[in-house]
């Protein structure tokens, strides 16, 4: 069963870091472009990170302003996406998701993924 599971969101003052996890079952992970998006309340869900399948190649939305950093860990067959200095702008869920490498849509065009999990809440408040 192909399946995606997002961990680690939780309540973290500003400033703070969390470190969310996504792990993979049915298939594996580095052939895939992995994603993560993020939906607040009120708001269109958007893309906060990307990396390619089998490259590495990594791309962030320009709200990012280097705080976060997506890597994977393939021998868990997990994405993992490190946040830094968050902001309370930062709450959200957060999702991600999976789709085959391609090159031919641009990384945060969502209906080009496949799979998705079912999201981790991030909560950033003093």
């Known amino acids: 069963q192909v399946q995606l599971v997002e961990s680690g969101g939780e309540v973290v003052q500003p400033g703070g870091s969390l470190r969310l996890s996504c792990a993979a079952s049915g298939f594996n992970l580095d052939e895939y472009d992995i994603s993560w998006f993020r939906q607040a309340p009120g708001k269109e869900r958007e893309g906060v990170s990307f990396i390619r399948g089998n490259t590495d190649r990594k791309y962030y939305g320009h709200f990012v302003k280097g705080r976060f950093a997506i890597s994977r860990d393939n021998a868990k067959n997990t994405v993992v996406l490190q946040m830094n200095s968050l902001e309370v702008e930062d709450t959200a869920v957060y999702y991600c998701?999976?789709?085959?490498?391609?090159?031919?849509?641009?990384?945060?065009?969502?209906?080009?993924?496949?799979?998705w999990g079912q999201g981790t809440q991030v909560t950033v408040s003093s």
């Open positions: 998701a999976a789709r085959i490498s391609t090159y031919g849509s641009a990384w945060y065009v969502q209906d080009t993924y496949t799979y």
